[in-house]
């Protein structure tokens, strides 16, 4: 069992270029959402999916997009790179519940993002 | 809305010394708490939890109480090691369901 995984591990991009950070995971979790790090700020939730075909927003979307086509896989892309969006974003699955996603969310390693 | 607040870092401890990080909530209806820890390069992992009132969620010779009186759900261990060197953070999970608000993170560092 992998777990979440992510890569790229660290990326480099010039404003106004796009990309796409990966996110996987393994454990065949409903849920899975996209949050960004930020000193002194904690995580905050850009995009989420409760299963392939839906996803919604969170509390900071605007300049990213999330599509969820699999179970497995839940990429993050960034349609013109700002500055502002510099950070450490974290991949996160969890299995569903009545309510809402189960308990435990499950994190990958993270992806390092500096836009020049 | 749903927020979490939790002490400022970084604490510095020597070993074998008591750990307190305090952690309130504001939050409609009766949320789960959680504590996640991060260490250094690392995602995020959870710590322990506590789904209802009263409940006493511990790990590790971690415990925290769920506390609805006081919207509190402070984190204490009795004898730190240089090993739990790491970033907490408190965190509450939506009425919806939908998602972890997290608080800011709080940075423990212990030294020999």
């Known amino acids: 069992n992998a777990g979440v995984t992510q890569t790229p591990k660290f990326q480099v991009l010039k404003t106004g270029q796009s990309m796409t950070l990966q996110c996987a995971q393994d454990?065949?979790?409903?849920?899975m959402s996209w949050y960004r790090q930020d000193p002194g700020m904690g995580l905050r939730l850009i995009h989420y999916?409760?299963?392939?075909?839906?996803?919604d927003q969170g509390e900071v979307p605007n300049g990213y997009n999330v599509s969820r086509s699999t179970t497995e896989d839940f990429p993050l892309r960034l349609l013109s790179a700002a500055p502002s969006q510099t950070s450490v974003y974290f991949c996160?699955?969890?299995?569903?519940?009545?309510?809402?996603?189960?308990?435990?969310?499950?994190f990958g390693p993270g992806t390092r993002l500096t836009v020049l | 809305g749903n927020s979490v607040t939790q002490m400022e870092g970084p604490v510095t401890l020597s070993e074998e010394a008591f750990l307190t990080i305090n952690c309130t909530y504001t939050a409609t209806g009766y949320p789960s708490l959680f504590w996640y820890v991060q260490y250094p390069g690392e995602g995020l992992q959870l710590l322990l939890k506590a789904t209802k009132a009263d409940d006493k969620g511990s790990n590790k010779g971690f415990e925290a109480t769920y506390r609805k009186e006081t919207t509190s759900f402070h984190l204490e261990k009795g004898s730190v090691q240089v090993s739990d060197s790491a970033v907490y953070f408190c965190?509450?999970?939506?009425?919806?369901?939908?998602?972890?608000?997290f608080g800011k993170g709080t940075t423990l560092s212990v030294s020999s």
């Open positions: 454990m065949n979790h409903e849920y």
């Open positions: 999916s409760v299963g392939a075909g839906i996803t």
């Open positions: 996160a699955s969890s299995s569903l519940g009545a309510g809402g996603p189960k308990d435990e969310q499950f």
């Open positions: 965190a509450l999970s939506d009425q919806a369901g939908t998602a972890l608000i």
